[in-house]
């Protein structure tokens, strides 16, 4: 209700009856009607000629309008608030939502690893085992303006999620150390608020997942079990802060300051600095992304080393039952031996021909070149050999709603010795395993359910 609608009725609730009666009169064409013949019976309001008594009456009816005034407010406010969190199909979003998934696979590699690891995988890494990857209990909440949302997550999945992490030792009186085994349990954290601004300004700040790329860390929203090496390759996670703006319904840009690639607690002075925009239609979603900042850890011999990474990635919608899903991630690193970088793609479809069952289909490759000097040679970011690429078939069955079953068959390639294959040199405590194979085959059995 409007502040003019709430005066209109105001006026004709508070106006005298006999008032509101000539006036309805005058406004049909009307003659007004013969004034009432005045009984003994007392007025209810006061006599015309007592002045104080007329001021309270007036001061009443102002405070009555005053008190309309502000519920109508508060009622425009809330429906702002709701049109502007509405989903697509009109309805306002709950206040808060809970959620949680499990994912469990069997796995089997062909190279049959007497060390039982499918390698440089992910979080489908274990060779002839019933394993538990993640559980996870989810939470969002969007409250006037104040939202969040936190993951937390058990599992074999957690481990390497924080593979990379930056330990931090203790550090005085009252400061703990920090290390992978403090945060592996948290997926993502954060909470902020969306300043009323325009369409809506939403200032983040915590731990979230990385943008970068079309897979996501859950199962079910991903065409495939295993991840390609993109996601692998690239970061997990990033902690800092988090500014996003809907231009419009299909468009939003994104701001980022971060700690860097993989790291709750920063290993160095620089703050990492990403620029995203991304789309949404009935036909195509995607992303496009540039990062920037010095991802290498103080005293690297790499020196202070500012990391460039561009990210674009799609897919498209083309009917009910087929979809194409792309992506392209370039990085190159200037450095004290020269210039590392790495060129990566992947292309996948997927075929639903009844609405129960899936088929899909995956080609990744990722090149990484190594800078080197006759100073040296620079660590490599992300690989053991020069490239690494894969292959991979799968079916996604849905015979009920929340539950989602998955057969995959997979191929690994790399150009120098990547995985494990038979005996392995080493113990992987004192002694590093020595990968001794360029490919692997695998088949994973799968299951995910979630609420």
């Known amino acids: 209700m409007t502040r003019a609608m709430v005066i209109v009725v105001s006026a004709i609730v508070l106006l005298p009856p006999r008032a509101a009666r000539a006036d309805d009169a005058l406004a049909e064409g009307g003659e007004p009607p013969p004034a009432e013949v ?56 709950a206040r808060f939502t809970l959620g949680g998934w499990v994912e469990a696979y069997w796995g089997w590699n062909f190279n049959e690893p007497r060390n039982r690891v499918t390698d440089l995988r992910g979080f489908d890494n274990q060779h002839d085992s019933f394993n538990l990857s993640n559980l996870a209990l989810d939470a969002r909440w969007d409250v006037e303006g104040v939202n969040g949302h936190v993951t937390l997550q058990w599992g074999s999945t957690p481990a390497t999620y924080y593979l990379g992490e930056t330990a931090g030792p203790t550090l005085g009186t009252g400061i703990g150390a920090q290390s992978a085994s403090m945060w592996q349990f948290v ?33 079910k929203d991903n065409w495939l079990y295993s991840r390609s090496n993109l996601f692998f390759g690239f970061p997990f996670y990033h902690t800092g802060l988090r500014v996003s703006y809907p231009i419009i319904d299909e468009l939003t840009v994104v701001a980022w300051v971060i700690n860097g690639w993989n790291t709750v607690l920063d290993n160095n002075d620089e703050k990492t600095v990403c620029l995203q925009a991304s789309w949404s239609t009935d036909l195509v979603s995607g992303s496009l992304l540039y990062m920037t900042g010095v991802e290498r850890p103080d005293g690297a011999p790499e020196g202070r ?23 392209v991630t370039t990085m190159i690193e200037p450095n004290a031996f020269g210039t590392s970088g790495a060129v990566a793609g992947a292309l996948a479809a997927r075929v639903t021909p009844i609405s129960w069952l899936a088929f899909s289909a995956r080609g990744d490759f990722f090149w990484e070149s190594v800078a080197s000097s006759a100073a040296g040679s620079a660590s490599a970011i992300f690989w053991p050999v020069e490239w690494v690429s894969s292959f991979t078939l799968g079916a996604d069955l849905r015979p009920i709603d929340h539950v989602s079953f998955r057969v995959e068959y997979r191929h690994d390639q790399a150009s120098g010795p990547a995985y494990f294959a038979g005996t392995v040199v080493g113990n992987g405590v004192e002694f590093p395993f020595v990968r001794n194979a360029t490919s692997q085959d695998t088949l994973t059995v799968g299951v995910t359910g979630w609420f």
């Open 38 to 93: 005045e009984t003994t019976e007392p007025s209810r309001g006061p006599p015309s000629g007592d002045p104080p008594a007329l001021e309270a009456r007036l001061a009443e009816l102002e405070a009555r309008l005053a008190r309309f005034e502000v519920a109508a407010a508060q009622e425009e406010r809330r429906a702002a608030d709701d049109a502007q969190g509405a989903g697509d199909g009109g309805e306002p979003p």
């Open 187 to 219: 997926q993502q954290a954060n909470v902020g608020y969306r300043v009323p601004i325009g369409n809506g300004l939403n200032v983040l700040a915590g731990l979230f997942l990385s943008p970068v790329g079309v897979e996501g860390m859950n199962v």
């Open 305 to 327: 080393a500012w990391r460039h990474t561009i990210d674009l990635n799609s897919t498209f919608t083309l009917t009910p039952w087929l979809a194409l899903q792309g992506q």
